[in-house]
């Protein structure tokens, strides 16, 4: 039988995740497979057909696959996404008959239930010692939470003409730190609206491009909105945002100034999904450059999607996280499917809640987008050479990276830690006056106060409800440069 059926369910309790309280800033989703050897179900199920990338009559393939489920191409519970790589359909509500139409026809080559993914964040406190770490050799040292390092390059220009395509929850473009450089790219979701009601992709926005928190200042910030405000979504949105950025390559690569495009992919599921796994691919084919996050499980990054498609086998990044001991953040997903770790623990970025407002996060949502920054700064650093290869992108990213720079279990994957190429002297500012914070938590009403001075010790104060979303902001305004 040709066809894979991946069966799936969505668990109800995401407990087994919110129990990693160090796993925040990830977008997860539990799979449930059918039992080898056992009769399966997809009655009522939504489903994604994909379709064999080198099919010829592929408008007739899905007009017959739709025949058989007795679908038009127009109707609402039909989507078909379709690119220069790729072609799948969603369509929803299928019945158990359709099982053996499915099966019947050649040119499907995976059908697959439509998953949902979500993202979980913690809030923690403040800091940019990453953007000191991956470019200083001696790393960075002493509180993670104070904003007292130094990022060191060479060329102020900082990814100008890359467009990174941040695949999340929306950005909030109006942010002080998108300088104007970020953009509502498309939305995917099923909100109203294309605003980051959540944060999460605002936040890893600012680590890959924003002024002062990230690390390509100077590229163009696109959001592309698959996961709603709530930080839930589906697999087939994401496909559906994955070949929306293939269309907008194509169209951009040959217009002048163009340097490349980047997906910066925060996100993915505790189980696999082929079809995601597919699309991620069939970017890279077509000359984009991806980087995702390694997964928050504290487990082999080969067992999930997108995480899994990364490693010595293809020129997607897959990205773990380290703390600023140079340790591996227990949190991080390890394995042969890593190619590379970042800073990933209490990171200070930009938040969706006000065009001044920070926040601090870890995960290896955070890890990824620092990644995607040293991407663009080296495209741009040579355009025709890395500008849209893929391969030789990440060649030059992993020849840059610092060997042997951290300690940990990485359980396969080389130890290789995120650099600019860059050997800064340390050189610490000294730290500014006190400011003052204030507090809430979004989820437990009531909970709100306000802390002069380190906004390191709120959060000792906070972790009796690790599930609880919290923010963070100063009451100083506005954002200094
Ligand atoms: C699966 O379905 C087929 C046909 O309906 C039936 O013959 C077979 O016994 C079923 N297998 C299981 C494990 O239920
Ligand atoms: C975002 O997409 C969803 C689903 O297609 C749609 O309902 C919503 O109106 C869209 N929002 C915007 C702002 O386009
Ligand atoms: C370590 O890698 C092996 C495969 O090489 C895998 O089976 C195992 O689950 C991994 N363990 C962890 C903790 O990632
Ligand atoms: C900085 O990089 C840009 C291209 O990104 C280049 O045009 C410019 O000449 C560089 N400046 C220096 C001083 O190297
Ligand atoms: C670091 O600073 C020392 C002394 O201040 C200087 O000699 C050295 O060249 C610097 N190294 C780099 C890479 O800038
Ligand atoms: C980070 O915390 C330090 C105190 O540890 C504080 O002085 C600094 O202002 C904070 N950074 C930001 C961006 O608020």
Known sequence: ???????????ASLTAVFALPAGEGFIGKTTVKAPTGQNVTIEGKDVILWFKTGDKAIED????????????????????????????????????????????????????????????????????????????????????????????????????????????????????????????????????????????????????????????????????????????????????????????????????????????????????????????????????????????????????????????????????????????????NIGTCVDIYAPGEQILSAWNTGDTIVNFLSGTSMACPHVSGVMAVLMAQDPAGLGQNPAALKTKLLGTALVNAFTGNVNGSANLLLSNGVSGNLSVRSPKNAKKWVVESTDLPGEKRTITGDAANWAKDFTKDLTARWNLHSTDSPLRF
């Open 61 to 332: 393939s899905v007009q017959a696959a739709l025949d058989f489920v007795k679908r038009t191409p127009e109707d609402d519970s039909v989507n078909v996404i379709k690119n220069a790589q790729f072609t799948a359909v969603v369509v929803k509500n299928v019945g158990d008959e359709n099982v053996d139409a499915f099966n019947a026809m050649d040119e499907i080559e995976t059908v697959e239930e439509v998953a949902a993914i979500k993202s979980f964040e913690v809030k923690q406190t403040n800091s940019t010692w990453g953007l000191q770490r991956i470019s200083n050799k001696a790393g960075a040292s002493g509180n993670p939470r104070d904003e007292t390092f130094t990022y060191t390059f060479e060329n102020a220009s900082l990814g100008a003409g890359v467009d990174i395509y941040v695949v999340d929850t929306g950005v909030r473009t109006t942010h002080a730190v998108f300088t104007g450089r970020a953009t509502q790219g498309a939305n995917f979701s099923n909100d109203a609206t294309n605003t980051d009601g959540d944060g999460h992709g605002t936040h890893t926005a600012g680590t890959a491009g924003g002024a002062k928190f990230g690390v390509a200042q100077g590229a163009n910030i696109i959001a592309v909105k698959v996961l709603g405000s709530d930080g839930t979504g589906s697999s087939s949105d994401t496909i559906a945002g994955m070949s929306w950025v293939i269309d907008q390559h194509n169209k951009r690569k040959t217009e002048p100034g163009f340097v490349g495009s980047l997906m910066s992919m925060s996100w993915g599921l505790t189980g696999t999904a082929t079809t995601v796994n597919n699309a991620v691919l069939e970017a890279s084919k077509a000359g984009i450059h991806v980087s995702v996050a390694a997964g928050n499980s504290g487990a082999d990054a080969c067992g999930s999607t997108p995480a899994m498609v990364g490693g010595a086998k293809s020129a997607v990044v897959t990205v773990g996280s380290i703390n600023i001991n140079n340790q591996v953040s227990t949190f991080s």
């Open 1 to 11: 039988m040709r066809t894979t059926f991946a069966f799936t369910a969505l668990v």
